[in-house]
């Protein structure tokens, strides 16, 4: 039982006894409830994280920020929601009416379906895919899909030019993203999230960032790609208000407007938690997450979230300190530096291992 689908089965069988068809239906809430937790939570963490942006920003710029609704208003994001939910839903009269109500719920999907993978700590996975990593890539991509298809469909040409520019951007920065975390590949032979967290250990000598040189280098830039890929400051080129009027969802009210943000604010999680579990060891605290009881799983949990959080502040840091960049300076870097950089990081890492067989850096120093 290395999964929360697995636990639920398990459970079930135990409380109702089996049979073919109560089996059938085991599977079917073993794998329902985890998902809609996961649903609950990274729309949660998503609400939360655009509370702690306008925190952030107020500290950056010397005010208080949200301050009223709840202690120190730690409720604003729930009385946001509540408000768009109010809001008129309005859909242009020339919209393809059809692909303008799909695509913010796909741009949504494409955000849930990577946290089917993460490995959050212990069993508390919904499913351990062999092809784990893969699988993280190709659910992005369903972002892209939806972004075009609100561009194309606000028959807006702002949201189209916002929508187009969306696509060139997460589809270019897909690539040194999919390379970096390939380095660390190489190394464990897997693409199992759990596999790639047990291959690592509770201290940071343990961890797939100081492996060698090249997986240090390539953690920044999966960072780098990931800040791109979310449309983040200082790559915010697909809704530039300056430009283009907020872009891909320029046409939105209520809460199809909302749930691109909540998808935005949800995905800045998602990709602080693949670094967390690729390169900073996940929730390893050293223990078997399999043989571990359910308060050191808890733990791993804890530890997971620990070192989640502080890249979610990173992202929320550099939104409010740097300029944003010019859209040819920001294709030149990712076709002339970020990806021959994370060709190199994997050819080197290769290399690396073939010369001192698969021992990373500090098994060198030691001796």
Aim: charged letters at 10%; a neutral charge.
């Amino acid at each position: 039982m290395h999964n929360l689908a697995s636990i639920i089965q398990s459970i079930l069988k135990e409380l109702f006894g089996s049979s073919p068809s109560l089996d059938l239906l085991y599977t079917f809430l073993g794998y329902l409830v985890p998902c809609l937790t996961v649903v609950t939570v990274i729309g949660m963490i998503g609400g939360i994280l655009t509370l702690m942006e306008r925190k952030v920003a107020g500290a950056i710029q010397n005010r208080l920020g949200p301050n009223r609704v709840g202690p120190y208003g730690s409720l604003q994001w729930i009385a946001d929601a509540i408000k768009l939910h109010l809001k008129e839903d309005i859909i242009p009269a020339l919209a393809d009416k059809n692909l303008f109500r799909l695509a913010p719920y796909i741009v949504f999907v494409g955000t849930v379906l990577t946290g089917l993978v993460i490995p959050f700590g212990g069993s508390f996975i919904v499913v351990d895919l062999n092809v784990g990593l893969i699988f993280l890539i190709v659910a992005v991509s369903l972002v892209v899909i939806g972004l075009l298809m609100s561009g194309w469909a606000s028959n807006n040409k702002w949201a189209l030019l916002g929508g187009i520019r969306s696509a060139a951007q997460i589809v270019s920065y897909e690539i040194p993203s999919a390379l970096a975390l390939l380095t660390v590949i190489l190394i464990t032979g897997s693409f199992s999230m759990q596999k790639i967290v047990a291959e690592q250990g509770l201290f940071p000598w343990q961890w797939f960032i100081f492996y060698n040189p090249f997986t240090f280098i390539a953690f920044f830039i999966f960072g780098i790609a990931s800040l791109a890929e979310l449309n983040r400051v200082p790559f915010d080129f697909p809704e530039a208000e300056s430009e283009l009027v907020s872009g891909y969802n320029v046409e939105y009210s209520s809460m199809r407007f909302g749930f691109f943000f909540a998808a935005e604010f949800g995905n800045i999680f998602v990709t602080a938690s693949i670094a967390t579990a690729v390169f900073l060891g996940g929730g390893n605290i050293g223990l078997d997450p399999y043989e571990s009881g359910i308060g050191y799983q808890l733990l791993m949990v804890l530890v997971f979230f620990a070192k989640a959080i502080p890249l979610c502040f990173v992202s929320l840091w550099v939104r409010w300190t740097l300029p944003r960049l010019r859209i040819d300076q920001m294709m030149s870097m990712c076709w002339k530096y970020l990806i021959p950089i994370s060709f190199v990081c994997l050819t080197c890492t290769a290399l690396w291992m073939l010369v001192f067989n698969g021992n990373g850096i500090f098994w060198r120093m030691s001796g």
